[in-house]
């Protein structure tokens, strides 16, 4: 039988494998990047390469984008990450503040470090001016549907109380806010799982939104909707719509078809066959482009992402113009 120590040897052997195996995995992932073979592909970025073709989960993904990232701007990283220097889990908080300049300097202070330690040196190194606006959801005992959202907000929002459809099961009306500042407050909130879905649907389609914007401007429409009834009495009648004379107007009727058909997500092919299927920053695309006299009909409509409706205008137009118009903009930068 092996001892404890022949045991423990070939699991030494095993660790310094899955180390190297992973440093070789990311220096062909940032070679990969550099070249954007993911585009080749029909990929919108490196992360839905990751996430779609590779299998990895978001998380996973979004790591070894970051990593990718990182090492094609700081090759050095690449060595303390083979050794277990550097550990793979606080990469995301070595790449906020590392970089081509520092290195030398900075990437040390990570060594040996967990991810909770690295997160506190970036805060030394680059100190948040205000409290950080945080949300937290917290599963709540005794209600398996139910969690509870943590939001900083600020004060002008304080008047107000959210509530679901339809409340969640020992939920209360009231969600108490506890001061932070002279203009933020945490809102606690306890809310449904199908509240979580939503929310988590609202931040995959308003990703420039922080989830107290998103909420605030959630209470801004609910708001309008309430003073509108309240106002409907006493206003004049609309005047009737007439149909636009503006050649760039697609119909409501039309963008409803469009995008029931193509079930609300991007329908651009990849290479593989699929379809990219994403439901990020959404937009409607004209097959054959307006400027080329497309019509605004359900036949010559598609539900593209942004990235991949960026790739469509490349195709048709070339770079050289697209680049003119959006300079920097390449699939995948957002
Ligand atoms: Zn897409």
Same mark, same amino acid.
């Given at each position: 039988? $092996?001892?404890?120590?022949?045991? =423990? ?18 220096? @062909?992932? @940032? ?15 490196l ?12 998380? =996973?993904a ?19 990450l ?8 606080t ?5 906020? %503040? ?15 470090? =967990? /991810?909770?330690?690295? !997160? ?6 680059a ?12 599963? +709540? ?14 004060a %002008?929002? &304080? ?5 679901? +459809? @339809?409340?969640?099961?020992?939920? &209360?009306? =009231? #969600? ?13 909130v306890?809310?449904?799982? /199908? ?17 107290? #914007? ?5 209470v ?11 106002g !409907? ?5 609309? #005047?009737?719509? /007439? ?9 409501a009727? %039309?963008?409803?078809? +469009?995008w029931?058909?193509?079930r609300?997500?991007?329908?651009w092919?990849? !290479? ?12 409607? $695309? ?19 992402? !942004?990235?991949?409706?960026?790739e469509? #205008? ?9 680049? @003119?118009?959006a ?8």
């Amino acid at each position: 039988m $092996d001892t404890a120590r022949e045991l =423990s040897d070939r699991l030494a052997t095993l660790l310094r494998r899955e180390r190297s195996a992973l440093a070789e995995f990311l220096v @062909a992932l @940032a070679g990969f990047d550099a070249r954007r073979a993911w585009a080749e592909l029909g990929y919108a970025s490196l992360f839905h390469y990751l996430h779609r073709e590779l299998g990895l989960s978001k998380g =996973s993904a979004q790591y070894r984008k970051v990593a990718a990232e990182l090492i094609q701007a700081v090759p050095a990283v690449v060595e303390p990450l083979r050794d277990g220097r550097l550990c793979f889990t606080t990469i995301i908080e070595v790449a906020r %503040v590392v970089t081509a300049e520092n290195w030398a300097a900075v990437l040390p202070r990570f060594y040996g470090l =967990s /991810r909770h330690e690295a !997160a506190e040196v970036v805060a030394a190194l680059a100190p948040h001016p205000a409290p950080p606006v945080r949300t937290v959801l917290t599963a +709540v005992p005794r209600a398996p549907a139910g969690s509870t959202v943590e939001l900083n907000v600020p004060a %002008v929002m &304080s008047g107000s109380t959210v509530e679901p +459809v @339809a409340p969640a099961p020992g939920s &209360s009306r =009231s #969600a108490a806010l506890t001061p932070l500042t002279a203009d933020l407050q945490r809102l606690h909130v306890t809310v449904s799982e /199908r509240f979580r879905r939503k929310l988590e649907r609202l931040r995959d389609l308003r990703p420039d939104l922080s989830d107290d #914007a998103l909420l605030e401007a959630a209470v801004d429409l609910l708001l309008a909707k309430a003073e509108k009834r309240k106002g !409907a009495l006493t206003e004049r009648p609309r #005047a009737s719509v /007439r149909p636009s004379r503006d050649p760039r107007h697609i119909p409501a009727h %039309v963008r409803r078809e +469009v995008w029931e058909r193509d079930r609300g997500c991007c329908q651009w092919r990849l !290479a593989n066959g699929e379809i990219c299927g994403s439901t990020h920053a959404l937009q409607l $695309d004209h097959v054959v482009p307006r400027a080329r006299g497309g019509e605004p009909t359900a036949g010559n409509l598609r539900v593209l992402c !942004a990235a991949h409706n960026l790739e469509a #205008a490349r195709r048709v137009f070339g770079d050289a113009l697209i680049d @003119a118009y959006a300079p920097g903009r390449r699939v995948g930068s957002s």
